[in-house]
């Protein structure tokens, strides 16, 4: 999503693709459209020449031991999300020097799901929403929960009303977890440059580039940093 305009695009329930969110793009840049799925979505990435590859390249050895493992869905936060499994979610948000933002939400999706079953992050304003005069955001977590609250639109009102990044992250995701029983994290950023990665899972992996370097962190609290070279 372009926080300068409010376009938009994605994709849901693609097959071969690579790189989604480069199909998501061309749903912006090329369609008059917001959201193409499964089959549409695949003719639109053949008709703009979108090379496929083997299904089988897009799935780690990790992700099959999991899948055969955990046979049910997890329907809340006790289960997927606690477990010792990385999921495979990958969310960005960016800022350039005119203060213009942007975000980009991409996953394999919850394990165990129904065929069919779209979770949030193809979804604006539930796994992700940019607005150059708020911020941008992108989510993860328990796709239903995330939903049914529409974190990533829930956290740019606390920004507006004046909330740190951190503080509007912490309250929306508390939210869902009082009023869903979901465990979620979110990454923000605003068209200052200001930052945050929130989470109420066990973990998350995150890292941020500004000015003052490279941090990341995947335990609650842990804030590492260094120091990137010229
Ligand atoms: N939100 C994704 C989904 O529900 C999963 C994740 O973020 O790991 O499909």
């Known amino acids: 999503m372009d926080g300068r305009t409010l376009a938009c695009g ?4 693609v097959k071969k693709i690579a790189n989604p969110v480069s199909l998501a793009r061309a749903v912006m840049e090329k369609t008059v459209h917001v959201l193409l799925t499964s089959k549409g979505a695949n003719l639109f990435a053949e008709s703009i020449g979108m ?6 390249t897009l799935v780690s050895e990790n992700e099959w031991k999991a899948w055969r493992k955990n046979k049910t869905y997890a329907t809340g936060v006790t289960e997927d999300f606690n ?5 495979d979610t990958v969310g960005a ?22 065929v069919g ?9 539930a796994g992700g929403y940019a607005d150059n005069l ?24 606390h920004i507006e009303r ?3 990044l951190a503080d509007a992250s912490q309250l929306s995701l508390q939210y869902m977890g009082d009023r869903v029983h979901g465990a979620g994290g979110a990454i923000v950023v605003s068209p200052s440059g200001q930052w945050a990665a929130t989470f109420t899972t066990v973990r998350m992996a995150w890292a941020a580039v500004d000015h003052d370097g490279l941090w990341y962190g995947l335990e609650p609290n842990e804030r ?4 990137l070279s010229k």
């Open 134 to 157: 708020i911020g941008a955001v992108s989510c993860t977590g328990h796709g239903e929960s995330i939903l049914k609250v529409t974190l990533a639109r829930r956290i740019l009102p």
């Open 10 to 13: 994605a994709v849901s329930s």
């Open 117 to 125: 079953r779209v979770g949030d992050s193809p979804i604006v304003g």
């Open 83 to 87: 477990c010792q499994w990385a999921h």
């Open 224 to 227: 590492l940093k260094e120091q």
């Open 51 to 56: 090379a496929t590859v083997p299904s089988d």
């Open 162 to 164: 004046g909330k740190s």
């Open 93 to 114: 948000v960016a800022v350039d020097s005119s203060g213009n933002v942007a975000c980009a939400t991409s996953t394999g999706g919850m394990r165990n799901k129904m």
